[in-house]
């Protein structure tokens, strides 16, 4: 292994969340061609802007050995502090995971020092601005990313974003790897089934992932009514709703009630735990992410992992990574009942076994060797 180390920045586990889980993967990937240095935080986001626990120690598979929890991001003198034991170290690059401005300021310290001192740093941008806009995030986005050299955007519709704050940037657009690390007990789709108590004959589809307006979760239910009521006789598929509200899981339920789809909807709300995951994917025949918009998304790559097509919305990067009618079907946003005639030709037409044979064969584009490569 080469002498020329590595430092990448990011969450980690014990912290929660899908760019936690993408960092410690990316790490173990690094690892196996570089010497890597992984520092994380010891203190991500302060209490008062993010009052649900941010670490959960139920599950260690994404533990990665050896990290570093140096930085407090609200904390300038610390940064400082980082950013000299960094320099110290003589790494070869920096990687940095952006995804909000929330950490313009301790990177904008960080990167500065890192500058001055000639070391190149490279920006992972899962998205370059945050789903849910707000006055000054351009600025301090333009503010934190100034400073880098190099930016991994993991969709074409960024690279617009990106240039508008910085125009000479030296880009690459990769897919977002796949997360295959959730498999952890392979279960098969009957097993899984049983766990969740249902029959191996019913047809599931899943919606997976926190709750938020963006993602489009009320088109997702209009499209079940809409199935319901142009099928009335058939037997239609059920939709698992798996992931947190965040206390606006009443606005749901009342389009529930007044579509009357109760009995074709289950929901399991709250944070689901990375040992929860896999039996939700491995009893599903289809993954649906109805999003009103997005740059990209790691529920797409979990899908995968579990060689599970997926619906989604031609928003964002989504469509770069679901292939029509090759790895799943693409949509139009906003269209309820485009959704619903995508579900139901997924059902009718039996396409499952023909989108995995897509999702297999494409399965090293979507790998974190592939990341690798692009970051050396």
Not at 147 to 155: D, P, R, S
Not at 299 to 319: C, D, E, H, N, S
């Amino acid at each position: 292994m080469p002498d020329n180390k590595w430092v990448l920045i990011g969450p980690v586990y014990p912290y929660k969340g899908g760019i936690s889980h993408y960092t410690g993967l990316l790490c173990r990937a690094i690892g196996k061609k570089h010497n890597v240095e992984m520092i994380s935080y010891k203190m991500q986001y302060p209490k008062l802007l993010f009052k649900r626990e941010q670490r959960d120690y139920a599950n260690d598979t994404f533990k990665t050995e050896d990290t570093e929890f140096l930085i407090n991001t609200a904390n300038p003198f610390n940064i400082a502090g980082v950013a000299n034991r960094i320099i110290s170290m003589r790494p070869e690059k920096v990687i940095i995971q952006w995804w909000h401005p929330y950490f313009a300021p301790c990177y904008r310290i960080l990167t500065g020092k890192l500058k001055r001192a000639g070391i190149p740093v490279t920006y992972i941008c899962h998205n370059v601005f945050p789903h849910e806009r707000f006055p000054l995030d351009k600025k301090l986005t333009r503010m934190a990313l100034a400073n880098a050299q190099k930016y991994i955007l993991h969709a074409r519709g960024e690279v617009d974003d990106l240039l508008s704050i910085k125009p000479d940037a030296d880009y690459r657009v990769m897919v977002h790897p796949t997360y295959s690390a959730f498999n952890f007990d392979n279960l098969d789709k009957r097993t899984a089934r049983e766990q969740l108590g249902v029959g191996e004959e019913e047809r599931i589809m899943l919606f997976f992932g926190f709750v938020r307006e963006y993602k489009g979760l009320k088109h997702l239910i209009n499209a079940v009514g809409i199935l319901k009521e142009e099928h009335p006789d058939e037997v239609l598929p059920v939709l698992f709703i798996v992931g947190d509200f965040d206390g606006n899981k009443d606005e749901y339920l009342e389009l529930i009630e007044k579509l009357g789809v109760g009995s074709d909807i289950v929901i399991k709300d709250g944070y689901v735990p990375d040992k929860e995951v896999e039996k939700y994917f491995s009893a599903a025949d289809l993954v649906v992410l109805p999003y009103e918009s997005a740059t990209q998304s790691g529920i797409v790559q979990i899908a995968y992992g579990f060689r599970k097509p997926v619906i989604v919305t031609k928003v964002g990067g989504l469509p770069e990574v679901v292939e029509d009618d090759i790895t799943g079907l693409v949509v139009e946003p906003f269209d309820d009942k485009a959704l619903a005639q995508a579900i139901y030709k997924y059902f009718s037409e039996n396409k499952q076994d023909e989108y995995v044979k897509g999702i297999i064969e494409r399965e090293y584009i979507f790998s974190w060797d592939r990341m690798v490569e692009a970051l050396e």
